[in-house]
DNA sequence: CGGTCTCTTGACGGAGTTCAAAGCTAGTGG
DNA sequence: CCACTAGCTTTGAACTCCGTCAAGAGACCG
């Protein structure tokens, strides 16, 4: 997508992080805005309820992006919170700064545009996946399109993530076992 | 967002189409891609599922861009159907030509980028609806966040974006009411 | 005024949740 | 290197929200 040259650049306007499992990227109510990239390491975002359970919005591993908001139309608060599932490293970016970014640079523009796109694209099948499917098949086909997520984040984190519960999950995932063998 | 002449240059790439009500825009397994801005009237685009259902993937007025598939990262043919709810006029352009036209005025690329960034935020508050909130509750945010969609389109319709059954939809709408009216 | 589309209502059944408890695994400190 | 704890997964039984099936009532349009 983009030169080593133009990486760079880019990475020279980049503080990086790193992060114990467990520790705090963004921690709910902070004011500061910054977009961040995945070096190393897996990430989730989620947001509380009202009885303070967690909903995971985004898993984010090596390679790809993660904001507390990605829209960034209003500065509010943010209500996410974003923590590290395994020792990471990340790239920080103000985001005041990659819109300057992006202007001196118009292929980044371009590249940022993408990366949005494919993430449209994906948060697309996700509320497919809610609106066609059942929770067996839900997991199924999270298991197809994020093999290693599923390797690498706690089962009832994935369970978040699709809309269940834990035990729900347990018990799909044994039936399902049973099937298979069956066959 | 864009001035008048950048707004002329762009109308003049464009097709017009005029629908009645339920007429089609885009059938299911067209090859041409396009993009399209809704001028007057109302669309909604929708996916059939296994047992011919329609699961509805997004509703767009007034000002809304839609399109059989906002990623165009592969070319197989859409899945997508797109019709209209009223009659309506639909401003078409085709992909290909969108993409040279952003090349062309930067500002377009930019423009565009916004447009995924709101489509993006609608997009996770509409799954943060899934996974926190019961039936009532994703109604009452429905009717919060679209309320002219709900005066304009079938409650059926509403039902199928929230994914849950008319049946559901209805006494719960009723339960609404009557709670109402004891306050 | 007949047909299609839409909304409503009822009874029943099923997928998923809740609550509670026990087993399992992995990381930590002695 | 083992023991212990905290987090994770599993299992069971009762319960609930929602879906399914079926029927009927409006509403709108030709």
Redesign the pocket.
Known sequence: MLTKAEEDIIKSVFTVKKLR?RQFLVQQDASYRQLFFIEKGIVRSYIKGPNDEEHIVQFAAEGSWISEDFNQLSDIKSVYNIDALEPSEILCIDREVFQQLMVQVPKLERYFRMVLQKRLYALNLRVLNYLMH???E?YRRFVDFYPEIVQRV????I?SYL????????????KMATKKKEA
């Open positions: 499992k059942f929770a067996e839900k706690p089962q009832h984190m369970a809309g269940i519960k834990p035990e729900t999950l347990s018990r799909n995932r044994k």
